[in-house]
Antibody, heavy 121, light 111 residues
Framework: DVHLLESGGGLVQPGGSLRLSCAAS????????MSWVRQAPGKGLEWVSG????????YYADSVKGRFTISRDNSKNTLYLQINSLRADDTATYFC??????????????WGRGTLVTVSS | QSVLTQPPSVSAAPGQKVTISCSGS????????VSWYQQFPGRAPKLLIY???KRPSGIPDRFTGSKSGTSATLGITGLQTGDEADYYC????????????FGGGTKLTVL
């Protein structure tokens, strides 16, 4: 069975940083693109960032470009999201999602349960 | 403001059929496959439809997807109270700012 388990969320002050992790199991991690998708409280889904199976191609939403960095360690079957310069509107549950393809096509067949990031002073 | 446009809500009686529309542009729906997701409160989204009209294993054939030009549609027949959830369309956007895009979500109420 495919499992995705996010961690690293929490309460952080505006301007602060966090590193989210997503531990994957049950599939050949390096063969699939991965993405982070977030959902603010009571709001819809927002794609944040994605990268290819090799990690060689990365993409970011305009709202996070320059502040967030996505990466992966295929030897550890783990996806990361480094988030810097946090703002109140970054408050959301962050989901890790597995793409159906080696390249990012934003078709997500498995999702983690999410990790909550709260930005507040 | 979401890149893809969905109606905020739809409703129908048990046993009836409902459709949810998703409107985009030539750089997203017009150029890429569409997926549909179901989300219950407090839960992660679940893939219902991929590649416009394909169902993952375990998804009943009551759920169907279609695409025409820059729009896509999710259909649900034989509505059940357990179908009451939020539904999202999503795809890739091939514009200069390439990335994933979602609709704003549609709340389905089964009356």
């Amino acid at each position: 069975d495919v499992h995705l388990l996010e961690s690293g969320g929490g309460l952080v002050q505006p301007g602060g940083s966090l590193r989210l992790s997503c531990a994957a199991s049950g599939f050949t991690f390096s063969s699939y693109a991965m993405s982070w998708v977030r959902q603010a409280p009571g709001k819809g889904l927002e794609w944040v960032s994605g990268l290819s199976g090799s990690g060689g191609s990365t993409y970011y939403a305009d709202s996070v470009k320059g502040r967030f960095t996505i990466s992966r360690d295929n030897s550890k079957n783990t996806l990361y999201l480094q988030i810097n310069s946090l703002r109140a509107d970054d408050t959301a549950t962050y989901f890790c999602a597995k793409d159906k393809s080696w390249v990012v096509v934003a078709s997500f067949d498995y999702w983690g349960r999410g990790t909550l990031v709260t930005v507040s002073s | 403001q979401s890149v893809l446009t969905q109606p905020p809500s739809v409703s129908a009686a048990p046993g009836q059929k409902v459709t949810i529309s998703c409107s985009g542009s030539s750089s997203n729906i017009g150029d890429n496959y569409v997926s549909w997701y179901q989300q219950f409160p407090g839960r992660a989204p679940k893939l219902l439809i991929y590649d416009n009209n394909k169902r993952p294993s375990g998804i009943p054939d009551r759920f169907t997807g279609s695409k025409s030009g820059t729009s896509a549609t999710l259909g649900i027949t034989g509505l059940q109270t357990g179908d009451e959830a939020d539904y999202y369309c999503g795809t890739w956007d091939s514009s200069v700012s390439a990335g994933g895009v979602f609709g704003g979500g549609t709340k389905l109420t089964v009356l």
